[in-house]
């Protein structure tokens, strides 16, 4: 089954604590990108990446760190969590990133994330 | 800045009925427009979607309207129904770009009743 799978789905945890949020897609996407979800501010991107080793920052880039190594996986890092980044995150993938027109986003189930 | 901008937030709507969501949005150079729909639990999954070529489409009992004189687009939902209860999200997007970035409208969280 085509899928984008996001780990773990829910965490709680405290200030300061390193996390590591993983997303896999099993559909060979070259596209790939993290976003939060807030309460009156819809879908917000975080960071996303053209293929692998090739990232950039979203409109909210701010305490997070990606990596891409391997096409399938994208993990997103907090390395020092504060409160305000308690939300709901969502990992997606695209068949491909621009210039032969835009591609459906496919979302993973996503990751609600509760800072103390 | 709120680039797309979502109306309503919230949206209570009889089954059977006609659901319309409106969205606005300020960058002319954007060349697509989707929309999303989230189940509760869910992330979110494409919808419909359109270019500013047409002025309208249909996907069964979803309908998009685009002006772009207004720079505005809508989602019409005909025949409401229980099941389609969910938030909307519209979404534009530079298509031709090197990166294709989707930026999100807030959200309407729709419920039909019975």
């Known amino acids: 089954e085509a899928q984008v799978t996001q780990n773990p789905r829910y965490l709680i945890t405290v200030t300061g604590k390193k996390l590591t949020v993983t997303c896999s897609q099993n559909?060979?996407?070259?596209?790939m990108s993290w976003y939060r979800q807030d309460p009156g501010l819809g879908l917000r991107q975080i960071y996303y990446?053209?293929?692998?080793?090739v990232t950039d920052k979203g409109d909210v880039p701010e305490g997070y760190k990606v990596s891409r190594k391997e096409k399938r996986n994208f993990p997103l890092i907090l390395e020092s969590p504060s409160p305000n980044q308690t939300s709901l995150y969502f990992c997606?993938?695209?068949w491909g990133a621009g210039g032969h027109g835009f591609n459906e986003q496919f979302f993973g189930p996503g990751t609600r994330l509760t800072v103390l | 800045q709120q680039q797309v901008k979502q109306s309503p937030q919230s949206l209570i709507v009889q089954k059977g009925g006609i659901s319309i969501i409106n969205c606005a949005y300020e960058?002319?150079?954007?060349?697509?427009f989707p929309w999303y729909q989230q189940f509760p639990g869910k992330g979110p999954a494409l919808l419909i979607a359109?270019?500013?070529?047409?002025s309208e489409k249909k996907e069964g009992r979803f309908t998009i309207s685009f002006n772009k004189s207004a720079k505005q687009f809508s989602l019409h939902i005909m025949d409401s129904q229980p099941g389609d209860s969910a938030t909307y999200f519209c979404?534009?997007?530079?298509?031709?770009?090197?990166?294709?970035?989707?930026?999100f409208g807030t959200g309407t969280r729709l419920q039909v009743t019975l």
């Open positions: 997606a993938s695209s």
């Open positions: 960058n002319t150079a954007f060349d697509y």
């Open positions: 359109i270019r500013p070529d047409v």
């Open positions: 979404a534009a997007s530079i298509s031709t770009g090197t990166a294709s970035k989707l930026t």
């Open positions: 559909m060979n996407h070259e596209y």
């Open positions: 990446s053209m293929n692998v080793e």
